[in-house]
């Protein structure tokens, strides 16, 4: 009866997160996909997530899942050489215009790195790079290198900006706030890979 739970909420998870595609990746297991909720219990091997599309689900914990803490951060922050990941979307003259940003710790830098598409919202992009210039006196623009490319991402006022911090499971409670990207097994079950959790009341943008 549990299996059968688990495979019906895993099943309502990929059809909110995947739209249009959730049949083709129901049928995919292995796939790599972002759930983003509110943590309402906790075991030893696993989490109940109220999610924000209103399902909840159940999601294991493996050995390997990484944890990282989220803290707020500004612009101020960011320094030439930092390391960041920021969730982007187009703009008509090719450059970025930042949903948020999230900056890693030194220890974190090359995590990630590149350019690609992301599900924060549709046409979004995420990239992963070091910061090479910072223009905060003219629009808050800046210019991210990765192995391959280079992007300029505009970073409104009003575009949230965190830290990522190497964490533990002590972050994994009740009423707080993740952002973590599981896989789907043939059988239905949703394992964590990683798990962003917002420290002290912060709500992951990512």
Do not use: W
């Amino acid at each position: 009866m549990f299996g059968q739970t688990l495979r019906h909420t895993a099943t309502i998870v990929l059809i909110c997160l995947m739209g249009a595609n959730s049949v083709q990746a129901a049928d995919a297991p292995g796939m790599r996909i972002g759930v983003r909720g509110e943590i309402t219990g906790v075991s030893a091997d696993s989490l109940k997530v109220h999610v924000n599309s209103g399902e909840n689900v159940v999601i294991q914990l493996a050995a390997d899942t990484k944890v990282r803490a989220v803290t707020l951060a500004n612009i101020e922050d960011i320094k030439p050489g930092s390391y960041i990941g920021s969730a982007a979307m187009p703009q008509e003259d090719g450059t970025l215009k930042a949903l948020e940003v999230h900056v890693f710790p030194s220890e974190l830098a090359g995590s990630g790195d590149g350019h690609r598409p992301f599900d924060l919202a549709k046409g979004s992009s995420m990239t992963n790079g070091s910061v090479g210039d910072l223009v905060v006196s003219n629009g808050r623009v800046l210019t991210v290198n990765y192995k391959g490319g280079q992007q300029k991402i505009l970073v409104p006022e009003d575009v949230p900006i965190v830290n990522l911090e190497p964490g533990d499971r002590s972050l994994l409670k009740v009423g707080v706030k993740i952002v973590t990207f599981v896989t789907q097994s043939a059988d239905g079950t949703l394992t964590a890979q990683s798990i962003s959790a917002g420290k002290d009341g912060v709500t992951p943008p990512m």
